[in-house]
């Protein structure tokens, strides 16, 4: 759904139109002429390109790739051909729209004027920023910060372990018993483990590390060797049969696997930089300030 921002843009007849649900539902459905196959190596249309005109305005291409860029006018699921009709009709019909208000005198009100320059401030600041962003991520700014973040991470031990959870410390020790007499954790486990999460997949818990358990539980884990399995451990949850299948050494993420934070970070500290250091070069001046409390004269002795 559009929303509140796209609104006082646009006229309702525009958005609606810009919706796909309702632009289908009111033209009868034509069966689609055969799409031929686009030659190799075909140049992208220019933004100059015409597409259409209103009273003699052009809409370019360009006009069409700014409206695409609007959250509040994504069409997923259509394809390329249908939204370039639908953001043509959109782009009619806000043309036809914002003619119509200009004839009006609708830009000429000083609220009006003070919304164009509000928005006019704010799609210059976002394209200032979305260019410092650029500048900041970089291959070699990426790696820097990869390599100084897991230089910092300590090393982690984590478990991989399986277990089986019961209401009660009586039904723990025989199950226990069973598995310490020879049957299979797993098979064990599919049958009377309580734990929905883990319980088809034969206990399986995968590695963690101790953070990530109940103290009680993790405690028990992580004393464990190897193939070793536990007397019943009581926890908040209920009581426990732990088998511990490996302990390792928590490997380091990937390069690969940070990127997006890292870049999310790089993004953030090069615009908030830029910010903090235009304000520190600008004069600035408030006067919105609460004025200082006067403060009460004082006191004088009388003789």
Not at 112 to 126: G, N, P, Q, S, V
Not at 237 to 266: A, M, N, S, Y
Not at 271 to 276: K, R
Request: proline letters at 9%; a negative charge.
């Amino acid at each position: 759904m559009p929303n509140p921002a796209l609104l006082r843009r646009a006229s309702a007849l525009a958005l609606m139109l810009a919706m796909p649900g309702f632009a289908l539902a009111q033209a009868p459905q034509a069966t689609p002429a055969p799409i031929a196959t686009p030659a190799a190596n075909t140049a992208p249309p220019s933004p100059d390109t015409v597409v259409a005109s209103v009273n003699g305005k052009p809409i370019t291409q360009g006009d069409l790739a700014i409206a695409s860029d609007d959250p509040a006018l994504s069409l997923p699921g259509v394809d390329e051909a249908q939204k370039k009709s639908l953001l043509v009709d959109y782009m009619v019909d806000l043309r036809v729209g914002a003619q119509a208000a200009e004839a009006a005198k609708i830009g000429d009100t000083p609220e009006f004027k003070r919304k164009l320059a509000y928005f006019r401030d704010k799609l210059l600041l976002d394209d200032y920023l979305e260019q410092e962003a650029k500048r900041a991520v970089t291959p070699e700014a990426e790696h820097a910060i990869y390599d100084q973040t897991v230089k910092l991470m300590k090393p982690e031990e984590e478990v991989h372990a399986r277990h089986i959870l019961v209401d009660n410390e009586g039904d723990a020790k025989k199950i226990a018993a069973r598995i310490k007499g020879g049957e299979d954790f797993a098979k064990v486990a599919a049958e009377t483990s309580k734990d929905p999460g883990s319980k088809a997949e034969g206990g399986d818990l995968g590695w963690f590390t101790k953070e990530r358990m109940v103290p009680d539980f993790a405690n028990a884990a992580f004393a464990m060797k190897p193939g070793q399995v536990s007397d019943p451990v009581k926890s908040q949850f209920g009581w426990h049969v732990i088998k511990v299948e490996e302990k390792r050494t928590k490997p380091q993420p990937t390069f690969d696997e940070l990127k997006e934070q890292i870049d999310q970070h790089l993004v953030r500290k090069a615009q908030q930089d830029l910010i903090l250091k235009l304000r520190a070069e600008a004069k600035i001046d408030r006067t919105d300030a609460a004025p200082a409390a006067a403060q009460p004269a004082p006191e004088t002795k009388k003789p």
